[in-house]
C-alpha cells in the first residue's frame, strides 16, 4: 500500500518510502484536530449550561426542605411563593386539579419559586385521625430524594387521589408509599413513608407553619392559601399566577 505524504525518495531496490516528517506532520495535525474538536464539544457544554442557568432553568430540578416548607423552583426565578395546603382539604383539591399543572409548569420554567406549607388543622377530620400529618410526612420522605419532577407528581398525586374530609377511610402509610412508588420514588422514600419517619418532623412545620400564616393574614387561616411578599394572593381569580408572573417581566 502506497503512503501519499510527501515526495518519493528513491530507494536502490527499487519502490519508495514517505520522508520521516510527513508522519509526524500528520499526527500534529491529527493531535491539533482532536483538541479543537474537543474544546468545540466542551464549549457547546459551558455555553448550554450557561444560557440554561441565565435563562433562569433549573435543569436538575432539586427540592430544599426548611424549618417550615419543601421548596422547589430555580433559586433565580423571578417570583417567589408561600403555598399553604392541607392534604385531606377539599377546597386544595380542587386548586391543585385546576391550578395544579400551571403552577408546575411555571416552576419548571425557571419563572417560579413555590415553598410548600403542608397544614394538618384536619386531622381530626379523618378517620385516623392523623391523616394530614402523614401524608405531609410523606411529602418531606419524598422531598428526601432532592428530585423536583418526583416531588411534583408526588404532590399532585396525593391530591389526585385525595381522600373525602370525614368520610369513611383514607390512606394508611402504605397506601402513602404505594403512591410515591407509582409517581417514581425509590425502595428508601417508600420505606420512610411506610414506617413513618417524618411524622414527628411534620407535625412541628404544620405548627410552625399555621403561625407564620396566621401573622401574615391576622388570624384568619384557611386552605389554600398564597402569599406573596408575605401577602396573600386572591387566587379566586383564575389569572392570578399570569398576573404575577406578567408584573416581573
Known amino acids: 500500500m502506497s503512503a501519499k505524504s510527501g ?18 506532520l500528520t499526527y500534529v495535525l491529527v493531535t491539533i484536530s482532536v483538541i479543537v474538536l474537543a474544546a468545540l464539544i466542551i464549549g457547546g457544554v459551558v455555553l448550554t449550561a450557561n444560557r440554561e442557568k441565565d435563562s433562569g432553568l433549573d435543569p436538575n430540578g432539586t427540592v430544599t426542605s426548611g424549618n417550615t416548607d ?9 417570583v417567589t411563593i408561600d403555598l399553604f395546603e392541607d392534604a385531606l382539604c377539599p ?10 399543572e400551571e403552577v408546575a409548569d411555571a416552576v419548571r420554567g425557571g419563572k417560579l419559586r413555590v415553598r410548600f406549607h403542608m397544614l394538618n388543622f384536619l386531622n381530626e377530620s379523618s378517620p385516623s385521625r392523623d391523616y394530614s400529618t402523614r401524608a405531609a410526612a410523606a411529602m418531606q420522605c419524598v422531598a428526601g430524594e432532592k428530585n423536583q419532577e418526583l416531588f411534583l ?10 381522600p373525602m374530609e370525614g368520610g369513611s377511610s383514607d390512606h394508611s402509610n402504605d397506601d402513602l408509599a404505594k403512591i410515591a412508588r407509582e409517581a417514581g420514588a425509590n425502595e428508601a422514600t417508600q420505606r420512610c413513608i411506610a414506617n413513618g419517619t417524618q411524622v414527628d418532623a411534620a407535625a412541628k412545620a404544620a405548627q410552625e407553619s399555621v403561625n407564620q400564616l396566621s401573622k401574615a393574614v391576622g388570624g384568619n387561616v384557611s386552605t389554600p392559601s398564597v402569599l ?16 404575577i408572573l406578567k408584573d416581573q417581566q
Open 228 to 243: 406573596l411578599e408575605g401577602k396573600k394572593v386572591d387566587h379566586s381569580n383564575p389569572d392570578w399566577l399570569k398576573n
Open 7 to 24: 515526495p518519493a525518495i528513491p530507494n536502490v531496490r527499487g519502490g519508495y518510502k514517505p520522508q520521516s516528517t510527513s508522519n509526524v
Open 153 to 162: 407528581k408526588f404532590h399532585s398525586a396525593l391530591f389526585q387521589q385525595q
Open 91 to 100: 377546597a386544595c383539591g380542587m386548586f391543585e386539579k385546576s391550578q395544579g
Open 70 to 78: 419543601l421548596t422547589v423552583g430555580s433559586a433565580t426565578a423571578p
